[in-house]
């Protein structure tokens, strides 16, 4: 609801830029052109953007690829029973 909010009044801001540009060059003036640009960019990004109550999403399943080897922690095993070199 408040995208929608936002993007209804972006339009509305845009036709009271439209009529005022008819008896003044508008988007000269930086304090009037960079908010614009600002907000036109934030409404084309909405869509995009996760909505409030999302959850992120799954991670996805692997292509078969086996994971890669995790080196062993701590000390090396000791041999079982009676050790003889070969």
Do not use: C, K
Not at 14 to 31: S, Y
Not at 59 to 82: D, K, Y
């Amino acid at each position: 609801d408040d995208d929608r909010g936002l993007a209804l009044g972006f339009v509305a801001g845009t036709v009271g830029l439209l009529f005022h540009a008819v008896g003044a060059n508008t988007f000269i003036i930086v304090r009037i052109m960079e908010p614009f640009w600002f907000f036109a960019g934030v409404v084309v990004a909405l869509p995009t953007l996760a909505p409030a109550g999302a959850q992120a999403p799954a991670p996805r399943p692997s292509l078969g690829a086996p994971a890669p080897a995790r080196a062993p922690v701590g000390p090396a095993p000791r041999p079982l029973g009676r050790w003889r070199p070969a």
